[in-house]
């Protein structure tokens, strides 16, 4: 599903993000993405939705090389995925509806069932009655439940989610890893990158850290053990303590 | 195309005060080249119609008889310089000096002048080279006693028309160009405003070609509209003049057409121009996004 192999990303200006990185994320799988800020995780991400292309090395993303995409198979490949991140990036101009129905739209699907799958995502995301609101009408937790319909909607393989929860409250952010847990229940595998560790600590999902651009953990690998990444969040937290607390601003 | 059409559109509805500012924009920075483009013609005009008095004037020797005037009439008329060669008799020499002399009319009463050939030379052939040379090939002639062109008038005429030219052509090309500067900002602004929407159009997977289309019909019709608005504010504008101030002649209406499809294609080369940067600098950068 999800491939990296030996992957370096150097920026011109700042350097090398990525040493080496490789794992594997397989169809249906959830894996928490965790690390600093700084750490590289945005760079990982954003090689996935090929908004970047690696250095050296190989990222192939459901059967597409991000490497050699161009054009329309970057198109393509992005249609498989959806992407989801702290600042929601919803269009402010438009309803629930309208913004979830956009990713639709500008992917050719026919005019005829757009209205019915938008209604669809919706209701999965718990906001079958809030179409018609615009997004200053809704919370931040609502606000990224629309953002994670739109992502949803086109079914996609595999769901990147960059700090999704970053902007909410605890009880908003149970809610939306809830909602991501659900997603991936049904089949679509998530890579969700995190600074909320009681959400790491509380779930014995995959954990994969990184620090100063290196994956230096892989709980898959690692025999996937409930301590291990008690330990991860345990660094994490001490870590975190240390640094600015967003990562906005960190990768390039 | 006709999502593109709907999409721009919508895009108008959305930003009814940035679309409306960006066509008033546009139609300005014509009507200023159109203005420039009126004063320019007008100028030529004039310059043509001076022009058009430029002839050679050849007074035939008393000797020669009319066989030998008429054969070097018909060979000069031949050439390719030339337009009209005229056969002026004495008579009508003395009738036209006393129409033009007219209180002065008495000086000719017992004058004779003598026969010439008037010249005219075509539109395009009457620079000072064309003039001398067929000045020169008429002193050549046989019959001729005596030719004369004023040949510093022309001179001067050629010299004001050079520059009227060459300032005109400089003009015009920095009219042009800050138009085009102008509708190029305008244009880009309105790809500014809506770069969140082409963020999210190339994160969900739309291609880079869906993404462009909407926005090419739209600088396409701005600049269509912004055309034609200047054209109706140039053609005001030469109204005013010709009813208060100088009898003004307006565009052709192919020259008028042209400059409409000019701002058209303006507006869709700034479009293709600023969507296609766009499109390379957006991503998923978030401190944009911000």
């Known amino acids: ?252 | 195309m006709s999502r593109a059409l709907r999409e721009a559109l919508v895009g108008w509805r959305r930003a009814p005060l940035l679309g409306a500012l960006g066509i008033a924009t546009i139609a300005f920075s014509l009507f200023s080249v159109g203005l420039f483009g009126l004063v320019a013609t007008n100028i030529r005009r004039a310059l043509v119609e001076v022009e058009e008095r430029v002839e050679i004037r050849a007074f035939v020797r008393d000797s020669a008889d009319d066989a030998l005037v008429m054969a070097d009439a018909s060979s000069l008329q031949r050439l390719p310089e030339v337009a009209t060669v005229t056969y002026v008799s004495p008579r009508e020499a003395l009738d036209r000096a006393r129409s033009e002399l007219g209180e002065f009319r008495d000086v000719f009463d017992a004058a004779v002048l003598p026969a010439s050939l008037e010249i005219r030379l075509r539109e395009g052939r009457r620079d000072v080279a064309s003039v001398e040379k067929v000045a020169a090939a008429v002193r050549e002639a046989p019959s001729i006693e005596e030719v004369r062109y004023g040949e510093e008038w022309v001179r001067k005429l050629a010299r004001i028309r050079s520059v009227a030219a060459v300032t005109g052509l400089a003009l015009g090309l920095a009219f042009a160009l800050a138009a085009a500067i102008i509708v190029s900002a305008t244009i880009r602004m309105a790809v500014l405003a809506r770069a969140k929407e082409i963020q999210i159009m190339r994160l969900v997977g739309a291609t880079d070609g869906f993404v462009r289309l909407p926005f090419l019909v739209d600088g396409t019709l701005k600049g269509l509209a912004g055309g034609l608005l200047a054209l109706v504010l140039t053609w005001a504008a030469h109204g005013l003049v010709s009813r208060y101030v100088v009898r003004t002649t307006f565009f052709p209406v192919s020259t008028a057409a042209l400059g409409v499809l000019a701002g058209a294609v303006l507006g869709l080369l700034a479009s293709a121009l600023s969507v296609g940067r766009q499109l390379r600098r957006v991503g998923a950068d978030r401190r944009r996004w911000q």
């Open chain 1, 1 to 252: 599903m999800l491939r990296y192999y030996n992957v370096v990303k150097e920026y011109p200006r700042t350097g090398v993000a990525l040493h080496a990185v490789s794992f594997e994320l397989q169809k249906g799988e959830f894996a928490f993405l965790t690390g600093p800020s700084g750490s590289g995780k945005s760079s990982l991400l954003k090689l996935a939705y090929a908004e970047e292309r690696p250095t050296q090395g190989e990222v192939r993303v459901a059967g597409h090389s991000v490497s050699t995409a161009r054009g329309k198979e970057v198109a393509l490949l992005r249609r498989k995925l959806g992407v989801v991140f702290q600042d929601f990036r919803l269009l402010p101009d438009r309803s629930a509806e309208q913004n979830v129905a956009f990713a639709l739209e500008v992917t050719g699907v026919p005019a005829a069932t757009i209205r019915d799958r938008v209604a669809r995502a919706l209701a999965q995301v718990g906001l079958a009655a809030k179409g018609t609101s615009h997004p200053h009408e809704l919370s931040g937790g609502e606000q990224q439940r629309v953002a994670i319909a739109r992502a949803i909607v086109n079914r996609p393989l595999l769901l990147l989610a960059d700090e999704p929860t970053g902007n909410l409250d605890d009880r908003a952010a149970r809610g939306v890893f809830q909602l991501l847990r659900e997603i991936n229940a049904s089949g679509t595998a998530v890579l969700m990158a995190t600074h909320n560790l009681e959400l790491v600590r509380r779930s014995d999902l995959r954990v994969l850290e990184m620090l100063r651009g290196r994956l230096v953990h892989d709980s898959a690998a690692a025999g996937a053990s409930t301590p291990a990444a008690d330990a991860v969040a345990a660094a994490l937290g001490e870590v975190r303590r240390r640094e600015t607390p967003d990562d906005a601003g960190g990768a390039p």
